[in-house]
């Protein structure tokens, strides 16, 4: 059984559209995470998340948006797309909140803005 | 807040050879201290981790050496093999207990 799952795996878009990714997490993990990789293989963070704290990494800009309906979920909403949010998305979840637990990282949904 | 510096960016190493991958962090307050792996097309996974009241832990051919004066980790894996062509993460805890990461070393392993 897949630990962090997202979907889609691919996803190709044009300019000024509005997009999601969804995150499912099957380890009863309180936290969770959206993280941007660039084609240099940077991970930035974007969000940390759990059900008492959402943290937002201030460089993101307000177009991305994350949505949980409930714990096990974390949904990535991404308005009036631009070409430079091209990158691979990874989604990733924790025990708890804290810098000093394991991430458990999804498979990453690559996503072209063209 | 956090800073943390990984080198090389790219390392090419004779299989059977050791590779040795270097950080150095900013936060003295910082006291945990993973190393990811991400093969390609796949999401980072944890290989190894330390915490800061030890200086050094193994776990079969890898090992993380962790210099608090210094503000340095190291993880270093030792006869190499075709599998462990990667890239490298590594990453330290900052105040907020934010996991900051390093910018990453592909790892190539030569026949």
């Known amino acids: 059984d897949t630990a962090v799952s997202q979907t889609p795996k691919y996803l190709v878009t044009q300019m000024g559209n509005d997009k999601s990714i969804k995150c499912e997490q099957n380890?009863?993990?309180?936290?969770m995470y959206w993280y941007k990789q660039d084609s240099k293989k940077f991970l930035k963070i974007m969000f940390s998340y759990n059900n008492k704290e959402l943290i937002i990494n201030e460089t993101v800009p307000n177009r991305f948006s994350p949505k949980s309906p409930d714990k096990a979920h974390l949904n990535l909403h991404i308005n009036s797309l631009e070409l430079g949010d091209s990158a691979v998305y990874f989604c990733?979840?924790?025990?708890?909140f804290g810098g000093g637990l394991i991430q458990f990282f999804g498979p990453g949904t690559r996503l072209t803005v063209l | 807040g956090e800073n943390v510096e990984q080198h090389p960016s790219t390392l090419s190493v004779q299989e059977g050879d050791s590779a040795v991958i270097k950080c150095t962090y900013s936060?003295?307050?910082?006291?945990?201290f993973p190393w990811y792996k991400q093969e390609l097309g796949k999401g980072p996974q944890l290989i190894i981790d330390?915490?800061?009241n030890v200086g050094e832990k193994k776990d079969q051919r890898i090992a993380v050496t962790l210099n608090k004066t210094a503000k340095h980790f190291s993880l270093h894996i030792t006869e190499t093999q075709p599998e462990d062509s990667a890239v490298y993460f590594c990453a330290a805890s900052d105040s907020n207990y934010q996991l900051i990461w390093g910018a990453g070393t592909k790892l190539i392993i030569k026949p």
């Open positions: 330390i915490r800061s």
């Open positions: 380890l009863g993990h309180d936290t």
């Open positions: 990733a979840s924790s025990q708890d």
């Open positions: 936060d003295s307050a910082s006291n945990y």
